[in-house]
């Protein structure tokens, strides 16, 4: 039997720093909600605005999976392993910290906020070689379909993290219909709507909601508003 959790957008955590906002789907920093602290594998989902000039000083992360999606802006990257990067709206980004990596990330423009996804996944595999990867994104492919922008190696659409998890992102017309089939038996599915409207097998949600989905062998997919934008990520429920 499938289960369904709706998180809809005003119930995320919100941390306000001034020259960052960011709203969170799952426990973070200062935000705890103990029905909230993963999905399987998939442990933070931040919603991001960082102001102009603006940033994350030098920092650690280690032993887990982490993917920022800009959505307007662009974020200049720069880490230990001697990347300096800039990735911007129709870029993935992705580093696989394992053994450890520091890194900064800062708003590329002074003038102009930047706003991106900042998304954790726990990896299959502890102290991993650190590896960092930074994809370009083919938009006329995520028109009315699903781009798997980070799926298992080799994925030729895009890119890999250390876990067995896709991550598809698509633009939809309204009255567009999709059905999304499960990779592997047992996997869940978080849907979080970027922009628009979507019902997900009967249930409605509007821009920045969320669906959490278990014991779902496809899912069943209606746009509801025209430019209607939808990430799905698909992960192993036992982290």
Same mark, same amino acid.
């Given at each position: 039997m499938s289960t369904y959790i709706t998180h809809k957008a005003d119930t995320r955590g919100k941390a306000d720093h $001034?020259?960052?906002? +960011? &709203?969170? +789907? &799952?426990?973070? *920093? =200062?935000?705890?909600?103990?029905?909230?602290?993963? &999905? =399987?594998?998939?442990?933070?989902?931040n919603d991001d605005i960082v102001a102009g =000039?603006? =940033? &994350? $000083?030098?920092? @650690?992360?280690?032993?887990? /999976?982490?993917?920022?999606? @800009?959505? +307007? $802006? *662009?974020? /200049?990257?720069?880490?230990?392993?001697?990347?300096?990067?800039?990735?911007? /709206?129709g870029e993935v980004q992705v580093m696989s910290t394992g053994t450890g990596v520091f890194h900064s990330e800062y708003n590329h423009n002074a003038e102009e906020e930047a706003r991106f996804l900042q998304i954790w996944v726990f990896p299959k595999e502890l102290n991993i070689t650190p590896q960092y990867d930074q994809v370009t994104l083919d938009q006329a492919k995520m028109n009315n379909r699903f781009l798997p922008i980070i799926a298992p190696a080799p994925n030729k659409e895009g890119t890999s993290i250390h876990q067995d998890a896709w991550f598809n992102l698509g633009v939809f017309d309204a009255g567009r219909q999709e059905t999304y089939t499960v990779n592997e038996p047992g996997h869940g599915v978080y849907a979080f709507v970027i922009d628009g409207s979507f019902t997900i097998d009967g249930h409605r949600l509007d821009q920045r909601d969320a669906l959490a989905i278990e014991g779902a062998a496809s899912v069943n997919i209606i746009a509801e508003s025209d430019k209607a934008r939808l990430l799905l990520i698909e992960v192993p429920m036992q982290p």
């Open positions: $001034g020259w960052l906002t +960011s &709203f969170q +789907s &799952f426990s973070f *920093a =200062g935000y705890y909600n103990p029905d909230r602290i993963n &999905f =399987g594998a998939l442990r933070v989902l =000039g603006k =940033g &994350f $000083g030098i920092h @650690p992360h280690d032993n887990m /999976e982490i993917i920022s999606i @800009p959505l +307007s $802006g *662009a974020l /200049e990257h720069r880490d230990n392993l001697g990347n300096t990067k800039v990735v911007g /709206e």
